[in-house]
């Protein structure tokens, strides 16, 4: 599938923001045999006079730019156009809970893909005992680790209702699970605080996804910014998986990959705040559009 | 070791170690396993025993007055508001023979080699991980192993350069590791003043006893430093966390001694990927940074997005190798427990041999082996959080003592089996005893060392001895300093004479010219505040004094002189039915606290008489009257705060940072002549307001010997505003701050700055007048133009 995705996020602040830093983490990312970017171009408006481009721990590419004089308004705007290739079908292949454990356990290496980052705590998703005991009332101990992972990612888009007033970007994973409302970045971080509770390895994605969905189809939720979703550990065997609470499928030919990480801190399309005495606006908005041509 | 066995005292010191005890099972400093006064303490407890009671309080009243002049404190967070704590000083040294105290630091210096290694396979191939012999998940859960730093090569070449070691003795005599310091380990600041007061009491005993001298440990670390820079210009600088963490007093105490900077996060900032410091001159370059700060503060941007403690980008700058952290940032990954438990098989795997200074038996109970060994030895064991980078003896609240909780209920072995890899086991230490002067005797206290390590050009240097921590009763728990615990001094002596070296007899590198421009923002900043305060200080007695003297001869506040001058005093926020108004403690606070943020730019003499002035001040605000005898309280007053100003302004080397301090000066008095200069020469002002002005103007004398005639506006306006002779006229301060101001470093493309535009326009317009072309409306305007002096201050240096 090929798209054309146009990204604009912009932010205009009433008192002139002092000198700032930041790191963006905009741009779809090439992964082999998933997707392949084609060309991608960010615009940064007024232009920096730091943009230095890098690859973070986990294998991210990002952009860090930076301000030297205050700013009043700031616009990123990204045009790319990727192919994403159908995934495979997926064998499940991944050992029961007790066994992946084991694996994990195993584990020699530290690079960014590595399991091991992704258990326990990490800067947004701390342990929360209600989530913990609401996976484990899943009834998951006896299946596999794969099984397990849709499981809870179901159950989750069942009792949650997706609702961009309910929460904001800050708003803490338990105050949305309380509630049973919010977005896919709530969608997401309660199911990997869920997974990591069950000891399933699990990290967080940030992308696009599909605008208009094919004929016949329901639109999805979370296509109007960008969207989050879960990726898991299932074994050696297996790897990882990803997953899409919010719309309670795989993540597939509709899902565009920008950057994985342990949770939003990671991944963040712009991370580093100006300093400002005043309040600010933001506006995000995405296109990901089918481009002619493109088999449907 | 039998340790109720039979004391074999000398005679001399019968008396002196009547009350030392000594345990059972635990090693003694002092005292060794047969009772008998090791010979290492026999010279100094010769001379210790010659002390009548009286001798000893003075030699120990000698010490505690050195810590109290040279304003030695840390900060003590409890319950509610954190307080300024005395230096806790065990007046007793710690004596260890020189040839023990060699076998120590080569351990710790083999040691300290490993860690090393460590720390740069965390941050590079993680060999140690991928070969088996580190678990991947205790790793990948250690919060000081920084992510985005993996990766990144030090730019000197190494991660550590300054780190420190806790040990301890356990009951076999022999030393053992407790806790490994690199991150951004602190004390020895405070073991050099530990010293000097330690010298202090028993001056005579330390000459006599060949005590090696620390000074040269830090001289060569300050050459190491100033070796790491780069050959442009750049600086050495300390990052401190400021003056409300807990050890900032050894920070400001560091920076002077060594004569680097002290800077605060807001006072750097990233530029193109290089380190730079806001000065008043502008953006200077910074190649070598000591970070006194936890690694993960040091960044908002990549580390951690609450920190107001460093600067956006660092970690971008560190990534481009563009400066030397000290240590590098992320170096904390070393100090975790379960680390610990690791580091035997670590040596053997890189080194081939055990570490000769073991660390204290550890187990991380994440493995199978280790957790049964635990489970089955509880009762001598201490478990507690596998990350706690806390030492064996400081327990957080989760700990288990024994197979007990806090709560002394006992734990379901059930619990650490499902917790395993949260969790470390390190076997109950029992640290050996050191003399202490406890109600005039000596008594048997634990003690743990810490002993400082920088490296240099040729390698790690160990600072001998100067710091241990003494347990305040019998037991190892209560050996940290916020429990009560105290510090003391510890002596490693030769039979030889030790070489006199101080950090001022010499230096590798020369005389270093001191900087003009190089003063940061911060530091600036705080300067002119505290010059504003000290000065609004002062003329707020001047006034209250008046109205107090207007009380004493008329016995009522009801006069109109009287209540005018309590009115005014009134507009400027202070309340003059108060003896001792609440405001005026509050400025002078204000001042301490600027102050207190540039220690390291202050001398001890300047920091107590402000100190003095404010107990003196509190004091009288409890018991001062009205009228008279409040008219003296403030007089007295008035005499300390020209103390101060004395001891600032005569003894302050003239750098960049005095002018700040002067400036401040000048623009307070500006401001508050020309604030009661509008007030008392008003039309409505009532009759006796023009003497009121000349004696808070403080120029009665002047006033009487300039002009034979009575006191009429014309003469007071141009005593105290036109004058150029008179330091307290406007225009005297105007040609004051204009000395100042062509002194402040010019910043690029301008020949003037706004400020120094400001006080030209004020001057030109001040020389030309006379009284008569100064009605009140025309007063009311140069008191706006000057009021603009200190905004335009700050835009002009301070961003």
Same mark, same amino acid.
């Given at each position: 599938m090929l798209y054309d995705i146009h990204l604009e996020i912009t932010y205009s602040y009433e008192a002139q923001a002092d000198a700032g830093y930041h790191l963006l983490h905009m741009q779809p990312a090439g992964i082999d045999g998933m997707q392949r970017v084609i060309a991608s171009s960010l615009d940064i408006d007024p232009i920096p006079p730091e943009r230095i481009p890098g690859k973070d721990f986990f294998g991210n590419q990002f952009v860090s730019i930076a301000f030297h004089d205050p700013v009043d308004e700031l616009a990123f705007r990204l045009r790319a156009r990727v192919e994403r290739f159908a995934p495979p079908e997926l064998l499940d292949m991944s050992p029961g809970l007790a066994d992946l454990q084991r694996e994990v356990r195993q584990t020699t290496g530290m690079t960014g893909d590595s399991p091991v980052h992704f258990t326990g705590q990490s800067p947004r998703i701390r342990r929360v005992s209600q989530i913990s005991r609401w996976a484990n009332s899943l009834g998951c101990e006896t299946m596999s680790a794969f099984q397990a992972v849709g499981a809870v990612c179901s159950a989750l888009h069942s009792e949650m209702t997706f609702d961009p007033e309910a929460t904001a970007v800050d708003t803490p994973l338990e105050t949305a699970f309380s509630n049973r409302r919010g977005v896919?970045?709530?969608?997401?971080?309660?199911?990997?605080?869920?997974?990591?509770?069950?000891?399933?390895?699990?990290?967080?994605?940030?992308?696009?996804?599909?605008?208009?969905?094919?004929?016949?189809?329901?639109?999805?939720?979370?296509?109007?910014?960008?969207?989050?979703?879960?990726?898991a550990w299932c074994g050696f065997e297996m790897g990882w998986v990803e997953f899409d609470p919010t719309n309670n499928m795989m993540a597939g030919d509709d899902h565009v990959v920008v950057a994985v990480g342990r949770d939003y801190f990671d991944v963040s399309p712009v991370k580093g705040t100006m300093r400002t005495a005043g309040a600010q606006l933001s506006s995000q908005s995405v296109d990901m559009l089918v481009v002619d041509g493109g088999k449907n | 070791?039998?340790?109720?066995?039979?004391?074999?005292?000398?005679?001399?010191?019968?008396?002196?170690?009547?009350?030392?005890?000594t345990l059972p099972g635990i090693a003694d400093e002092l005292l060794d396993a047969s009772g008998q006064v090791r010979p290492v303490w026999h010279g100094f407890l010769n001379e210790l025993a010659a002390f009548s009671p009286d001798d000893l309080e003075h030699a120990f009243a000698r010490g505690n007055q050195y810590l109290r002049d040279a304003g030695v404190f840390f900060r003590h967070y409890g319950p509610g508001a954190s307080t300024e704590r005395e230096w806790p000083l065990s007046h007793i040294p710690l004596i260890i023979k020189r040839q023990?105290?060699?076998?120590?630091?080569?351990?710790?210096?083999?040691?300290?080699?490993?860690?090393?290694?460590?720390?740069?396979?965390?941050?590079?191939?993680?060999?140690?991980? @991928?070969?088996?012999?580190?678990?991947?998940? *205790?790793?990948?859960?250690?919060?000081?192993?920084l992510r985005p730093l993996v990766g990144v090569k030090p730019k000197s070449g190494h991660f550590l350069h300054f780190i420190a070691f806790d040990i301890g003795r356990g009951p076999d005599g022999n030393w053992w590791v407790l806790g490994d310091r690199t991150q951004a380990p602190s004390g020895s600041g405070f073991a050099l003043e530990t010293r000097m007061a330690t010298a202090r009491s028993f001056s005579s005993l330390m000459n006599h006893a060949n005590v090696a001298r620390l000074a040269g440990f830090f001289r060569q670390f300050r050459d190491s430093l100033l070796g790491l820079r780069e050959q442009d210009g750049s600086r050495v600088a300390i990052l401190t966390p400021g003056p409300l963490n807990d050890t900032y007093y050894e920070h400001a105490y560091i920076a002077r001694y060594l004569g680097f900077m002290l800077v605060q996060g807001s006072d750097l900032a990233v530029r193109n990927g290089k380190l730079m410091v806001r000065t008043v001159g502008g953006l200077k370059p910074v190649s070598v940074l000591w970070r006194r700060v936890d690694s993960e503060w040091i960044d908002p941007l990549e580390l951690n997005d609450e920190s107001r403690l460093g600067a956006a980008g660092m970690t971008g700058a560190l990534r481009s190798g563009s400066f030397t952290m000290v240590n590098a940032a992320g170096s904390g990954a070393l100090e975790i427990r379960a680390l610990m438990a690791f580091i035997p098989k670590i040596a053997q795997h890189l080194t081939g041999k055990p570490l000769s200074m073991p660390n204290i038996a550890t187990w991380w109970c994440g493995g199978n082996a280790e957790l049964d060994y635990v489970k089955a030895n509880?009762?001598?064991?201490?478990?507690?959080?596998?990350?706690?980078?806390?030492?064996?003896?400081?327990?957080?609240?989760?700990?288990?003592?024994?197979?007990?909780?806090? %709560?002394?209920?006992?734990?379901?072995?059930?619990?650490?089996?499902?917790?395993?890899?949260?969790?470390?086991?390190?076997?109950?230490?029992?640290?050996?005893?050191?003399?202490?002067?406890?109600?005039?005797?000596?008594?048997?206290?634990?003690?743990?060392?810490?002993?400082?390590?920088?490296?240099?050009?040729?390698?790690?240097?160990?600072?001998? @001895?100067?710091?241990?921590?003494?347990?305040?009763?019998?037991?190892?728990?209560?050996?940290?300093?916020?429990?009560?615990?105290?510090?003391?001094? #510890?002596?490693?002596?030769?039979?030889?004479?030790?070489?006199? %070296?101080?950090?001022?007899?010499?230096?590798?590198?020369?005389?270093?010219?001191?900087?003009?421009?190089?003063?940061?923002?911060?530091?600036?900043?705080?300067?002119?505040?505290?010059? $504003?305060?000290?000065?609004?200080?002062?003329?707020?007695?001047?006034?209250?004094?008046?109205?107090?003297?207007?009380?004493?001869?008329?016995?009522?506040?009801?006069?109109?002189?009287?209540?005018?001058?309590?009115?005014?005093?009134?507009? $400027?926020?202070?309340?003059? %039915?108060?003896?001792?108004?609440?405001?005026?403690?509050?400025?002078?606070?204000?001042?301490? $606290?600027?102050?207190?943020? *540039?220690?390291?730019?202050?001398?001890?003499?300047?920091?107590?008489?402000?100190?003095?002035?404010?107990?003196?001040?509190?004091?009288?605000?409890?018991? *001062?009257?009205?009228?008279?005898?409040?008219?003296?309280?403030?007089?007295?007053?008035?005499?300390?705060?020209?103390?101060?100003?004395?001891? #600032?302004?005569?003894?302050?080397?003239?750098?960049?940072?005095? $002018?700040?301090?002067?400036? @401040?000066r000048s623009v307070e008095r500006i401001v508050d002549t020309l604030d009661f200069l509008n007030s008392f020469t008003d039309e409505e002002a009532p009759i006796g307001a023009f003497e009121l002005a000349i004696e808070v103007g403080d120029s009665i004398m002047t006033h009487r010997r300039r002009f034979a005639v009575e006191t009429r506006r014309e003469t007071v306006v141009d005593l105290l505003l036109l004058d150029d002779m008179n330091p307290r006229a406007v225009l005297n301060q105007l040609r004051v701050l204009n000395d100042h101001a062509a002194f402040l470093p010019a910043h690029e493309g301008e020949r003037t700055t706004a400020f120094q535009r400001r006080i030209m326009e004020l001057v030109t317009a001040l020389s030309t007048s006379t009284a008569n072309d100064i009605p009140s409306d025309r007063l009311a305007e140069i008191s706006a133009e000057a009021g603009g002096l200190s905004s335009l201050l700050a835009e002009s240096y301070l961003r």
């Open positions: 896919c970045q709530d969608f997401t971080h309660i199911a990997i605080s869920a997974l990591r509770s069950l000891s399933i390895p699990a990290g967080y994605v940030s992308g696009f996804l599909r605008t208009i969905p094919p004929e016949g189809q329901p639109r999805l939720e979370g296509a109007d910014a960008m969207h989050a979703w879960v990726r | 070791m039998d340790g109720t066995s039979q004391k074999i005292v000398p005679p001399a010191y019968e008396r002196l170690l009547a009350d030392y005890r023990e105290w060699e076998n120590i630091a080569s351990s710790l210096m083999e040691r300290a080699d490993l860690l090393e290694q460590v720390i740069a396979d965390f941050y590079s191939e993680n060999r140690l991980v @991928g070969e088996g012999i580190l678990p991947a998940g *205790v790793l990948a859960a250690n919060p000081e192993w509880l009762s001598r064991m201490l478990i507690d959080r596998a990350m706690s980078t806390r030492l064996p003896f400081d327990h957080s609240p989760q700990a288990i003592l024994s197979g007990r909780m806090r %709560d002394g209920t006992p734990v379901d072995p059930g619990w650490i089996d499902v917790h395993g890899e949260d969790l470390v086991a390190q076997e109950a230490v029992s640290l050996s005893t050191t003399p202490a002067f406890s109600n005039g005797k000596l008594v048997a206290r634990p003690m743990s060392l810490r002993v400082f390590l920088a490296r240099t050009p040729n390698g790690w240097s160990v600072m001998p @001895g100067g710091f241990a921590r003494i347990g305040s009763s019998g037991g190892s728990a209560d050996i940290s300093m916020q429990r009560g615990g105290s510090v003391s001094d #510890v002596w490693v002596v030769s039979d030889t004479p030790e070489t006199q %070296d101080t950090l001022i007899a010499s230096s590798a590198t020369g005389y270093l010219r001191p900087e003009l421009g190089s003063l940061p923002t911060t530091a600036a900043d705080n300067l002119f505040w505290l010059g $504003r305060y000290v000065e609004r200080t002062e003329h707020s007695v001047r006034l209250l004094r008046a109205y107090h003297l207007r009380l004493a001869e008329t016995g009522t506040a009801d006069y109109p002189i009287a209540r005018f001058l309590g009115d005014h005093i009134a507009r $400027r926020g202070i309340d003059p %039915d108060t003896a001792l108004p609440a405001q005026l403690l509050q400025d002078i606070e204000s001042a301490i $606290r600027s102050a207190g943020n *540039v220690r390291d730019r202050f001398s001890n003499d300047g920091w107590n008489a402000l100190v003095d002035l404010k107990n003196t001040a509190r004091m009288f605000a409890s018991k *001062v009257q009205a009228g008279d005898d409040a008219a003296r309280a403030y007089s007295i007053l008035l005499r300390k705060i020209s103390g101060f100003s004395g001891l #600032v302004h005569e003894n302050m080397y003239r750098f960049t940072g005095w $002018r700040f301090l002067g400036i @401040g």
